[in-house]
């Protein structure tokens, strides 16, 4: 499962496969974490340098953050995809094909004078939210989806 979470400029990201030390995240800011609440991960509870810093103590990587560059990410479900504006100018895209064995993510594009800000990270869990929502497997094609996707042992 991943997730994304927004709070101003501020982009979380948790990716539960990875998520194996859940305590010392509640221990860093219990009013930021709290595995008894849904989500379990509230960023309104804490300023921004607070929460960057939290999240740059997890062990395991699950939980990573980037800023927002002003891009916003937009799921389009009717065009099969996720795309990342900069204002009406689309800057990124991660494409993604309906199968029987659910959602197969083919292609993952970030203009690359936006390049490493984190867009095409977006990109792939807008597409992966979205098939949980609609209870579909996610099939990581493209090689950045699979590189985000696969456990490191596959």
Not at 31 to 53: G, V
Not at 100 to 112: A, C, L, M
């Amino acid at each position: 499962m991943h997730r994304t979470y927004m709070k101003d400029e501020l982009v979380v990201f948790w990716d539960s496969e990875k998520c194996y030390h859940a305590r010392r995240c509640v221990g860093s800011s219990a009013k930021i974490f709290d595995p008894k609440r849904r989500p379990w991960i509230d960023l309104s509870q804490a300023d921004m340098p607070e929460i960057w810093e939290c999240v740059s103590k997890c062990p395991s990587g699950a939980l990573t953050c980037a800023y927002t560059h002003g891009i916003d990410v937009r799921f389009e479900e009717d065009a099969c995809r996720s795309a990342a504006y900069d204002g009406e100018k689309q800057v990124g895209v991660c494409l993604y094909r309906e199968g029987p064995d659910g959602w197969s993510i083919v292609s993952t594009r970030v203009d690359p004078a936006y390049g490493g800000q984190g867009i095409a990270k977006r990109l792939v869990f807008s597409v992966t939210e979205a098939a949980e929502r609609r209870k579909q497997a996610v099939v990581p094609v493209c090689s950045y989806a699979v590189k985000l996707l696969r456990p490191a042992d596959q």
